[in-house]
């Protein structure tokens, strides 16, 4: 008997609250939160869903729900739920290694700094962390015993030593095995180590500047000197630091997205150090939106976990319901949270970095070979063909209202992207924004040249477009008498939402369809997308070239007073060209919004 959702949606309250819906074995299946149940249950069950929350709703033989008093208070349960019952289709965050932390000893009097991989129950001594990876904590420490000489063998090795060892010799360790430093003063190296570590190094570096004013006055010359060395060491090792403001503690998220995979990465920042980043790869079961997919995996990263949150979250994308989780997390925490989306100044720089990581491990995931075959066979049976294709094409033309029209060849084989085959087409003789004229040239001069060449032909020839961009590509192949390669046309479906789009095979009558989750058309995405990039470059390049060659002169907000200051700052006009937006802004008399117009006068 099928669930009864006309009849459950009459009972049920607008208050907000959670829910959990079940299958026939009584098995949680998902669970959610609603600010007004009644009308997000009703959602299910009424208008167009997706394919994945069609099948969700197919499988339910029950909802069960629970009444908060307030929306941030669902959350907070929501996540409860997820925690303990992990159901399928919602955002589980798995991760299979434990946090690294430092861990400093309280029971002996030289304690050393020690790598540990999940904290202790037992209350012994002091942990520093999480950090983000084993390599964030190895480096951290081989930096702070290098800066204040803290021992790093075990218990049993000091306690039987009788002079001392390799790292004295080397000054990575002050010998207090065999009692070379009093322990007064290996405690506040320990302590010092510990504010470094806590990214608190300027109050570290304070306090030795005073110890070495007085050991100068003192005539202690010897101690102003190597208080001298590690306070130069401590700059060296900010200097090393991405960001490093003196304080602000955050974590950022930036979420990347492309065909056939989604990555969050997670970047840590303590007392204005960065510490790292972590990426994560969650299945988006229910096809949910970039933001709303962010939103539900911060909520589960704090809330479905025992972690340190920090007074700061700041995302790459604007969160549906932010204020909802801010208010959840500050209840969690106990102190207000800040969740942030636009951001400046080393905010900005942070978020930059994220976002950058994010993109790099995703491309990396999908350029992965193992993943690049399971596409490459998909495609093969989507387009049945006998055996799977070694060589893809895909064509794309790129122009601004019929201006620098350019046309783009980008070459797939099942290594990825073989960039030394990509090509560019600067069409001339055609009428300004005539598609189809532009891609017939760019395909003629293509297949001419490979035909002459006797040079190797695409087994699948991909072009962005309709019927009429299929139509000519067809028309050019038969022209040049290539009759072994298979066509395939790929045109934006009505709401242009990737997962929508329209294939033909062959012809304008033989459309194909693919599932959104099928690799097939993941691959056939991820080399349209990768053609309309390499177009759209080239088009620009094209298009912006006078601009490029612009002097400061030619720059509207740029007169004699600001011109002088630029060339002052960078040295001359090479480095004024050099430099970043970042960099721009800092020349005296020059906006952000300035630095922006210039940097755009100079690159395009």
Not at 306 to 314: A, K, V
Not at 344 to 350: D, E, I, P, Y
Not at 455 to 467: E, R, Y
Not at 475 to 488: A, F, P, Y
């Amino acid at each position: 008997m099928s669930f009864d959702a006309k009849h459950f949606l009459k009972t049920v309250s607008e208050s907000p609250g959670v829910y959990r819906m079940l299958d026939t074995n009584g098995d949680v299946l998902y669970v959610g939160k609603a600010k007004r149940l009644k009308t997000r249950l009703a959602s299910y069950f009424r208008g167009a869903l997706n394919a994945k929350t069609q099948a969700l709703v197919g499988r339910i033989d029950d909802i069960q729900v629970t009444i908060t008093r307030t929306e941030t208070e669902a959350l907070l349960l929501e996540q409860t739920l997820i925690k303990e019952q992990r159901p399928p289709y919602n955002i589980l965050l798995r991760d299979d290694k434990s946090y690294p932390f430092i861990f400093v000893s309280d029971r002996h009097p030289y304690p050393a700094l020690e790598f540990k991989r999940a904290r202790q129950k037992r209350s012994d001594g002091r942990y520093l962390g999480p950090f983000p990876s084993s390599t964030a904590v190895r480096e951290s420490l081989s930096l702070v015993q290098k800066i204040f000489r803290i021992r790093n063998c075990e218990d049993s090795v000091f306690a039987h030593r009788t002079r001392p060892c390799l790292q004295y010799q080397i000054q990575r360790c002050s010998a207090p095995c065999v009692d070379y430093i009093g322990r007064e003063e290996y405690q506040r190296d320990i302590e010092h180590a510990i504010m470094a570590l806590e990214g608190r190094s300027e109050q570290v570096t304070a306090q030795l500047t005073q110890d070495m004013e007085a050991a100068s006055q003192a005539l202690d010359f010897e101690e102003a000197g190597r208080l001298r060395d590690q306070i130069q060491q401590l700059r060296r090792l900010q200097e090393r630091q991405i960001v490093d403001t003196g304080d602000g503690d955050a974590d950022i998220f930036a979420l990347a997205e492309r065909p056939g995979g989604v990555c969050i990465s997670t970047l840590s920042v303590r007392g204005g150090r960065m510490l790292g980043a972590r990426h994560h790869m969650p299945q988006n079961g229910l096809d949910l939106t970039a933001e709303e997919l962010l939103g539900a995996f911060i909520s589960h990263y704090y809330l479905g976990h025992d972690r340190d949150i920090p007074s700061e979250i700041i995302t790459s994308l604007p969160l549906h319901d932010a204020n909802v989780i801010q208010a959840a997390l500050s209840e969690r925490s106990g102190k207000r949270i800040r969740v942030a989306h636009q951001v400046r100044s080393h905010r900005a720089q942070w978020l930059r970095l994220a976002s950058t990581n994010a993109e790099q491990h995703l491309t990396s995931q999908l350029a992965n070979r193992s993943q690049l075959a399971k596409r490459f066979d998909a495609l093969r049976e989507a387009l049945d063909m006998q055996e799977t294709p070694t060589r893809l094409e895909c064509f794309d033309i790129s122009h601004s209202h019929g201006e620098a029209t350019v046309a783009s060849c980008v070459v797939f084989d099942q290594d990825g992207p073989v960039k030394s085959d990509y090509r560019r087409f600067n069409i001339d003789g055609v009428a300004a924004g005539d598609d189809y004229a532009a891609m017939r040239q760019a395909l003629t001069r293509r297949y001419k040249r490979l035909m002459q060449d006797a040079s190797k032909l695409p087994d699948v020839l991909i072009v962005d477009g309709g019927k009429g961009q299929l139509n000519m590509a067809r028309e050019v192949l038969e022209d040049v008498g290539i009759v072994s390669t298979r066509l395939l046309g790929v045109a934006k479906g009505t709401t242009r939402k990737p997962g929508l789009e329209t294939l033909f095979l062959e012809t304008v009558d033989n459309a194909l369809s693919l599932d959104s989750a099928s690799p097939g058309l993941h691959l056939i995405q991820h080399i349209r997308d990768e053609a309309h990039r390499f177009a759209i470059t080239g088009h620009r390049q094209q298009r912006d070239k006078q601009r490029r060659t612009s002097t400061l002169q030619d720059i509207p907000g740029v007169g004699p007073k600001r011109r002088r200051e630029l060339l002052r700052f960078f040295g001359g006009l090479q480095g004024v060209r050099q430099a970043s937006r970042d960099e721009l802004a800092r020349v005296p008399g020059i906006s952000a919004q300035m630095a922006t117009t210039i940097h755009q006068a100079l690159h395009g």
